[in-house]
């Protein structure tokens, strides 16, 4: 059961201080503080709190008009989770924009395993997605999607990719940034060498990748690496490393790096019998 | 070569009128006129221009610090398309909003094929891809890029399906919108019928799908249907077409729809040797 709701009349109310212009403070370091919003990231926050995989809820905030409608899902928190509820003034003021969807958590993501840990964890039989450069949130929340959908291990992020954890991030991922091992550190060219030495066969996806990536072979260990959204996996990158390529017509953009991905993991997942 | 550059300094100049409040306007109808955004996608509306499809520029408007670095892709524009050039201030008040790229065109779409029509011309060997209930722009301009990443010869859409000539579809669809043809009208039954008559085998993109999108055979003529973000393809549809599943791991949300529209199109496109 849940704790007594607790009503929220005042935007300053220090008990909703983390809750506070959430859209500004979305791009600036929060101690591991991360905002999950709406219902379907809520519920992976629940699940991920209760595994205690190092993530927790610390708070919760509700528009009234919503209490009665996620009475089910607030039943999957532990009762010592505050659950604050305001109504739609109070609520745009705390939150600092006009938030439609009125389902608000505040969580925290204890320190991780870092990359090195995260290999030597993995499973004999792993599949990993590697991603370097990526700037765009909506990006990293769908390339988590992706990964999560094709039952990917790990994925690791070089420090030049954006945090999963932000807010826009993590709704895209619909939460899987939330469960999924993650590790964003080092460059490129160290992550390609800590995989290779593990025993992970590494791609690198680009448009002038010299294998079909429906060609790629089986393999216990295989790395799926993606580069940035404009100018994709550098030569210095691709010229150390197998790289396959998603046949497209001519003469269009190369699809977006998201996409690509979930054409691969799509088609890796498969042939390893992982889904 | 073009035209001198036409100097704007008064927000309500008639000659820019086109251009007035698009945020606010993108979702109101605007008789065949459709806004153009950023170089990418200006470089298609010349070329649809060019080629007489039925798309034509009908003014062009930049940020004065973007005309240096776009001169090139201004010439591939006929001379009789105004180029109207603004300072920043200016511009932003135009536009309705803080136009980070700079780069805006004025289109309009003539009359089009209908969808009976469409059908009709499309070549012995076809791919299409059919949509009903998409209601986010997103959505729709992602589907548009893979179709053209993937050879559609057409995008059929039903009637509740949201305009791709809206200016963050044709922007997220990096212009395809504007050289794939593509007609909106009619109920998905109806579409499906339609389809059927003219030989399309007819696939919907399903979770509950019999058939493994990796399974569907070789066609002349193959349609792949997807359905709303939210609730996927009706049983009433379903049960009336061939199915396909995009395999994944289980108790996650079901994948984006341009995703399971990117996957399945680049499967089917595959094994029909049309990429």
């Not at 969807?101 to 993995?122: C, E, K």
Request: net charge neutral; proline share 6%; with cysteine.
């Amino acid at each position: 059961m849940t704790e007594p709701l607790l009503r929220i009349d005042d935007p300053a109310d220090p008990r909703i201080a983390g809750f506070l212009s959430i859209k500004e403070r979305d791009l600036t370091g929060r101690q591991g503080r991360f905002i999950a919003e709406g219902t379907v990231v809520l519920r992976m926050l629940a699940a991920a709190h209760r595994e205690g995989r190092g993530i927790a809820a610390e708070a919760i905030l509700l528009l009234e008009s919503r209490v009665a409608g996620v009475a089910e899902l607030l039943a999957q928190f532990p009762p010592d989770v505050p659950v604050y509820v305001a109504a739609s003034r109070v609520f745009d003021a705390i939150a600092g924009f006009n938030m439609h969807r009125g389902v608000l958590a505040l969580g925290r993501r204890d320190a991780a395993p870092g990359r090195d840990a995260l290999i030597a964890g993995l499973p004999q039989s792993s599949l990993v997605l590697a991603a370097c450069g990526i700037s765009n949130h909506d990006n990293m929340g769908s390339l988590f999607r992706n990964a999560a959908a094709f039952g990917v291990d790990a994925v690791l992020m070089d420090s030049t990719s954006c945090d999963p954890m932000y807010r826009k991030a993590i709704r895209v991922s619909v939460g899987s940034v939330l469960t999924l091992p993650f590790a964003r550190e080092g460059t490129a060219a160290e992550l390609i060498e800590r995989l290779q030495t593990a025993g992970f066969v590494v791609w690198g996806l680009s448009p002038r990748g010299t294998a079909d990536i429906n060609a790629i072979p089986p393999a216990p260990r295989t790395a799926l690496l993606v580069g940035t959204e404009g100018e994709g996996l550098p030569e210095t990158i691709l010229s150390q490393i197998r790289t396959a390529r998603i046949r497209q017509r001519p003469g269009l953009d190369s699809l977006n790096v998201a996409m690509a991905a979930g054409i691969a993991l799509h088609q890796v997942a498969s042939i390893n019998g992982r889904i």
